[in-house]
Every structure is written in C-alpha cells, then in structure tokens.
Nanobody, 123 residues
Framework: VQLQAFGGGLVQAGGSLRLSCAAS????????MGWFRQAPGKEREFLAA????????VHADSVKGRFTISIDNAKNTVYLQMNSLNPEDTAVYYC?????????????????WGKGTQVTVSS
C-alpha cells in the first residue's frame, strides 16, 4: 500500500485544515487507516483511526471534538478535518494503514506509513 498525505500548511490559531491521504496498491478496504502526528522533540502521537469496512472510528482524547476522521472509499482517500487549531497542534502529520483493528492501530501497530505533511499553527 502506498500512502500520500497532503493538505498541510500554515494556519492561524483558531483556524481549520483538512488533511487528505490517498491510498493505492493492495485492497484498500482490507485495512484500518489512521492519523498520527509528531512534534519536534516529542514521540509520535496517535490521533484517530477508522475501519474501512464498518466505518468505526476512534479519536484520541487530545483531539476529540476538534478533529474528525472520515473516508471516501470510492476515492480510496481518508481525511482528517481539524478545527479550532492551536499552536500545540504544530507537527508533522502522518497517515498510516494497518491490517489490525482500531485498538491496535491506536497502539501503533502499523504496516504502512505515508510521508508526513507539515502543519504549522501560528499564534
């Protein structure tokens, strides 16, 4: 599976961005998809995951209510809508695919990582 994330950029605090992750290769629907981020000097952090067959989602407490993961199976694309951004959200954001379920994805059990996209939130 090849993953390509895009949609990052510079945004002011309080603003919104939508990240997209296009997948190609093996059967897209066989995987659970997730979003992670890594800020400078910090460990990679789980943000959200979604199953492609059942549409189940989970969001990390740190972003719940502000970030929303969704999919478009027809386009093999996963999205991360990010609202009410603040400078602490500044990081490189990664999409990921896993053969495991949501719980394992949240723990970092990932088969494929996409290249990251930078999100910078100015105060």
């Amino acid at each position: 599976v090849q993953l390509q994330a895009f949609g990052g950029g510079l945004v002011q605090a309080g603003g919104s961005l939508r990240l997209s992750c296009a997948a190609s290769g093996r059967t897209f629907s066989a995987y659970t998809m997730g979003w992670f981020r890594q800020a400078p000097g910090k460990e990679r952090e789980f943000l959200a995951a979604i199953t492609l067959t059942g549409g189940l989602t989970v969001h990390a407490d740190s972003v719940k209510g502000r970030f929303t993961i969704s999919i478009d199976n027809a386009k093999n694309t996963v999205y991360l809508q990010m609202n009410s951004l603040n400078p602490e959200d500044t990081a490189v954001y990664y999409c990921a695919a896993s053969q495991w379920g949501i719980t394992q994805v949240a723990r970092g059990s990932i088969n494929y990582w996409g290249k990251g996209t930078q999100v910078t939130v100015s105060s």
